[in-house]
């Protein structure tokens, strides 16, 4: 899914900027359960996964040497032009911006989401 933002004469859109915001889902294991099914690593809880999946070349796909760079490389991208990344899975939801990264437990949900948030124009990118 993907939606734009764009500020209107009576007032702006929630987060204040033009915006594009996409979001992509499915409705599989997980991240955790997909790290434990095979053996690579063992978070902790679904908070712990979320941060491994997010460092680069860490991957639960073990056979392939090329995997691990999608969440680390889209995340660098997202805050390289000043955007927002929140990742949901499990019970846990963790967010990324330039100003950090928050962490919280959340109603439990199969599956994973990605959402990225993005200014619209390239002259607001710093």
């Known amino acids: 899914m993907a939606q734009v933002y764009?500020?209107?004469?009576g007032g702006k859109p929630p987060d204040h900027d033009d915006r594009v915001q996409?979001?992509?889902g499915d409705v599989g294991r997980g991240i955790r359960a997909s790290f434990k099914a095979t053996g690579v690593r063992e978070p902790a809880d679904e908070i712990d996964a979320i941060h491994l999946a997010l460092e680069y070349l860490v991957t639960s796909v073990p056979d392939d040497p090329g995997r691990g760079q999608g969440?680390?490389?889209?995340?660098e991208?997202?805050?390289?032009?000043q955007g927002r990344m929140t990742i949901r899975s499990g019970d846990a939801l963790v967010a990324i911006d330039q100003?950090?990264?928050t962490?919280?437990?959340v109603a439990s949900?199969?599956?994973v989401i990605v959402a990225l948030s993005l200014p619209l124009y390239p002259g607001q990118y710093r």
């Open 109 to 111: 949900l199969p599956g």
């Open 103 to 105: 962490d919280r437990k």
């Open 22 to 24: 996409v979001v992509v």
């Open 99 to 101: 100003v950090g990264r």
């Open 71 to 75: 969440l680390s490389t889209t995340m």
């Open 77 to 81: 991208q997202v805050l390289g032009l």
């Open 6 to 9: 764009r500020r209107t004469a």
